[in-house]
């Protein structure tokens, strides 16, 4: 018999679950909790921690915020190059253009003084023709630095000077001495392009363009003071020769030449005479007058300089082989030199330059100097002129450097009108010893005031070799035609030329002044 259904048993409601595995379930006692979101969880908000919930600002404000950041990253910038150190030139260009100063400071020793006392005396027409072959080489000397490069131009300029110089201690005949003058002269202007071309090279290292001036003014104020102290020392050496070789002359000759070549003596008892020294000393001195008075070199000591000098210019050859540099110089600029207002404007006053840099070491060495206390009192008007040129030079740079250069113009036209007219109108005395080297020394303050004012217009920018070298032929030029003119004119001749001279000269430099500057206000 079958079995029977146990009657006992419940009806169970059907179980949402699925039955349990037979395996152990960690949850088996617990109920599994779902995930809660993240964002439904409350945090507790402490009072010292910052909510990280953006905070809806105003557009306005969103943007002022961003100028202060950007002004503050632009201050920030500001400040690291206003705190950055400039650029330094480098060490071995400061030293080679340093022994190049020091090379041109030597050269200037052994010629300047030698143009002026060969000036004085019989060399003038050979200076004439020396300055003569510089002015014609001058427009030309952009084209032979270029070829030929500074050093090579440099060291045979200062090899030349010193061959001249070797000449005059044997007895050279003038037939030789003529073409060595011309052949030096051959080299002047290529040696001043490439010594003002070597300052503008060192002021390219220099940084930006305003540092790049202050070191271009630098450099050419340290070749200025490097030249007026060759000016210094050459006299210096002048001085101590004529004491220890001196050569006292005949005193108080007096030997006028007439027009038909014949020869007077005057007497004693005329020479005495209270006015002789106005008649042939001073703005009354021609080329037909010749005074001797006081002391002089005598033949063993003349050699002696010469040569003196001319070891200076081979020592100043040596320095220059190792100081100039090697490379050639750039290309010349394309552009006219003629229609430069640089050349056009600036060669009156380059004129002018040459004109009283000649008188100085002529003429006025001759009838201002050893007219009036010989030798003796010469070597003093030169050396005076060397040291106030070279303090002049300095400072006159930096007032310039200032923009006052019109008013400097002004200054100097009317000092050196001043001291044109007081040696047209001074008498020479034996007991004023003191004024010509007073004179001389004012003399050389305003040429360096000149020397300042045009090197800082002509000198650097685009394209300044040409009309620079146009320049220097102005120069070379008047320095031929003043050594020319102590042959050939009177003293009061030739100042009245230096006046007309002054006028054009200061005429054209304004305008040329004028001018740049408003080429410059229409570039900025």
């Not at 110089?329 to 004129?351: C, E, N, Q, Y």
Request: net charge positive; hydrophobic share 50%; aromatic share 6%.
């Amino acid at each position: 018999m079958g079995s029977l259904p146990d009657l006992t048993e419940r009806t169970r409601p059907q179980s949402i679950r699925t039955a349990a595995r037979t395996v152990s379930d960690p949850h088996r006692h617990r109920t599994v909790i779902t995930q809660i979101p993240v964002n439904t969880i409350c945090k507790k908000d402490w009072p010292w921690r910052k909510s990280k919930a953006p905070i809806k600002v105003p557009v306005a404000v969103t943007n002022r915020r961003r100028d202060s950041a950007a002004s503050s990253v632009g201050a920030a910038s500001v400040r690291r190059l206003i705190t950055r150190q400039p650029p330094k030139i480098p060490k071995p260009l400061v030293t080679r253009f340093t022994l190049l100063c020091v090379a041109s400071g030597l050269c200037s020793t052994a010629l300047l003084p030698f143009t002026a006392f060969a000036g004085a005396e019989a060399g003038a027409m050979p200076l004439a023709i020396m300055h003569t072959t510089a002015a014609i080489v001058a427009p030309f000397s952009p084209l032979i630095l270029q070829k030929s490069g500074t050093r090579i131009v440099i060291t045979t300029a200062h090899i030349l000077v010193c061959i001249l110089l070797t000449a005059h201690t044997i007895a050279t005949p003038l037939s030789i001495l003529l073409p060595l003058y011309a052949i030096s002269g051959i080299t002047l202007s290529p040696m001043s392009l490439a010594l003002s071309v070597s300052a503008t090279s060192l002021a390219q290292a220099a940084g930006d363009e305003c540092r790049r001036k202050v070191a271009l003014r630098r450099g050419l104020r340290a070749l200025r003071a490097a030249q007026d102290l060759g000016l210094v020392v050459g006299s210096l050496l002048l001085g101590g020769a004529l004491i220890i070789w001196p050569e006292n002359l005949t005193p108080l000759q007096f030997i006028s030449t007439s027009i038909d070549n014949s020869s007077v003596k005057w007497s004693d008892e005329y020479s005495l005479d209270d006015d002789y020294e106005e008649r042939t000393c001073g703005s009354a001195g021609c080329p037909g007058v010749q005074f001797l008075l006081g002391s002089s070199l005598n033949a063993e000591g003349r050699r002696f300089l010469v040569a003196l000098w001319a070891t200076l210019a081979l020592a100043a050859a040596c320095l220059g082989l190792y100081g100039a540099a090697s490379t050639p110089a750039p290309p010349p600029d394309t552009r006219s030199i003629v229609k430069d207002p640089r050349a056009l404007l600036g060669a009156p006053m380059g004129l002018f330059i040459g004109l009283q840099q000649g008188f100085i070491y002529t003429s006025y060495i001759k009838w201002y100097g050893v007219c009036v206390g010989g030798w003796s009192g010469a070597w003093r008007a030169l050396c005076g002129a060397g040291a106030l040129q070279a303090l002049a030079a300095a400072t006159l740079s930096m007032a310039a450097a200032r923009g006052r250069r019109v008013a400097l113009a002004a200054g100097g036209a009317a000092a050196h009108a001043s001291l044109l007219l007081a040696l047209l109108r001074w008498r020479a005395e034996r007991s004023d010893l003191a004024l010509p080297a007073v004179a001389a020394a004012a003399w050389g303050a305003c040429a360096a005031l000149w020397d300042v004012l045009q090197a800082g217009i002509c000198v650097g920018g685009g394209g300044w070799r040409g009309p620079w070298s146009a320049t220097l032929s102005a120069r070379h030029a008047g320095l031929a035609l003043a050594c020319a003119a102590r042959t050939l004119l009177c003293v009061r001749t030739q100042l009245a030329a230096l006046a007309l001279a002054l006028a054009s000269a200061l005429a054209a430099h304004v305008t040329l002044e004028l001018r740049l500057r408003r080429t410059e206000r229409h570039r900025s």
